[in-house]
């Protein structure tokens, strides 16, 4: 129908159009386009054709969308009055924003003894069960927190000191939270984070 209307209108008084609509491949992908359409006359100003120009928008238009997100993470991280407010925010926004459905977030506890899960997605319970508190000295995710550097594992069932030896992650991504806590990626895939 937006097609329709749009050549309709072009052909009806000879302008330019712009316009951005969705369109579905023939492999069955939705993509956003961008549309130019001009009309293209002979000598004697009769229209004898139509042209369209268009341009796939589609990871732009995730990207606008992806940081109009973050802002509004933003917005909430900000509003959010604990820190396992601040946590479930993280939480979601990790699972929706850079979609990573299977992550958590471990607070690291008022005694400073060790790293307790505040927030984790239903993903992160299926795949692992009950989240594992970290005590120090004790698995990857207290290591990450004590060095305060970013660690990826393609393949966690390769590394000597992992909490849980018979987990179903396969690969996991370590961020240290400032000295506040850790945030645990996973994925049941091999080198699933770049």
Do not use: K
């Not at 993470?73 to 990790?94: K, Y």
């Not at 993903?123 to 009950?130: D, F, I, M, Q, T």
């Amino acid at each position: 129908e937006q097609v329709g209307e749009t050549i309709s209108a072009t052909l009806a008084d000879a302008t330019s159009r712009y316009n951005v609509n969705e369109n579905v491949r023939a492999d069955g992908e939705r993509i956003t386009c961008e549309w130019h359409n001009r009309v293209v006359t002979d000598d004697s100003g009769s229209v004898v054709a139509l042209f369209s120009l268009f341009q796939d928008i589609t990871d732009r238009v995730r990207r606008e969308e992806a940081v109009e997100q973050l802002h509004e993470t933003a917005r909430s991280l900000m509003r959010a009055e604990t820190p396992e407010d601040v946590a479930t925010i993280v939480v979601e926004a990790v699972r929706d924003i850079l979609d990573i459905p299977v992550n958590s977030v471990h607070l690291r506890t008022s005694s400073a003894d060790r790293l307790e899960p505040v927030a984790c997605t239903d993903e992160a319970r299926e795949l692992v069960g009950p989240l594992p508190s970290f005590e120090p000295g004790r698995g990857l995710a207290w290591r990450v927190y004590e060095s305060g550097t970013i660690e990826t594992f393609d393949d966690v069932s390769t590394v000597e000191d992992r909490y849980n030896p018979e987990t179903n992650v396969q690969s996991e991504m370590i961020l240290p939270l400032r000295e506040h806590c850790v945030l645990l990626a996973g994925s049941p895939a091999a080198a699933a984070f770049d």
